[in-house]
């Protein structure tokens, strides 16, 4: 928790900021305006600046646990689907759903990624091997979820979260 010397800080500029994830390096990406925004505290005068500047609708940015990539949902294709961009670059954005996806969450190991694919009565928990950094693996279904058990939506921020051993998920439950 906050140590008793800390205070708070106004981000500057931050109106619309909604934070999502932080790096290693201590920034922090989130959303303004359904686009992608960077934020690093720790500088002098830092104000929230765009990712990459792009007509796609982009939510739900999560870094990678080593800050080298960033998974993120976007409508680009005309759909929404999972996809990962390398930080700080060079490179572009690679698609890693196939069929439709939302709410990307990174194993601990950093050898993984996590999104759900919608379906008509089920939401299914795809998997993705990523460990070959730029050349993510077949998705792979590790589980379904009834559209109505668990707040599983494509919503501003990841709804759910992974444990440390990267075996387990926690996400609220529908009321």
Do not use: C
């Amino acid at each position: 928790g906050p140590d008793a010397a800390s205070e708070a800080r106004p981000v500057a500029d931050s109106n619309g900021f909604w934070a999502s994830s932080w790096s290693p390096e201590g920034r922090l990406i989130g959303m303004k305006d359904g686009h992608l925004w960077l934020y690093t505290p720790d500088e002098a005068g830092a104000r929230p600046s765009a990712l990459v500047p792009t007509t796609a609708a982009e939510t739900q940015p999560m870094w990678s646990p080593d800050g080298r990539w960033v998974a993120y949902t976007s409508d680009t294709t005309g759909r929404l689907e999972v996809h990962m961009r390398p930080f700080p670059g060079p490179g572009e954005a690679i698609t890693v759903s196939t069929g439709g996806g939302s709410s990307p969450a990174w194993n601990p190991n950093g050898m993984e990624l996590f999104y759900v694919e919608p379906g008509p009565a089920r939401d299914r928990m795809m998997s993705v091997d990523v460990a070959a950094a730029g050349r993510p693996g077949s998705p792979r279904e590790l589980f379904s979820i009834p559209d109505d058990e668990l707040s599983f939506g494509p919503g501003v921020l990841t709804p759910y979260a992974v444990a440390p051993d990267g075996h387990r998920f926690y996400a609220v439950r529908q009321p």
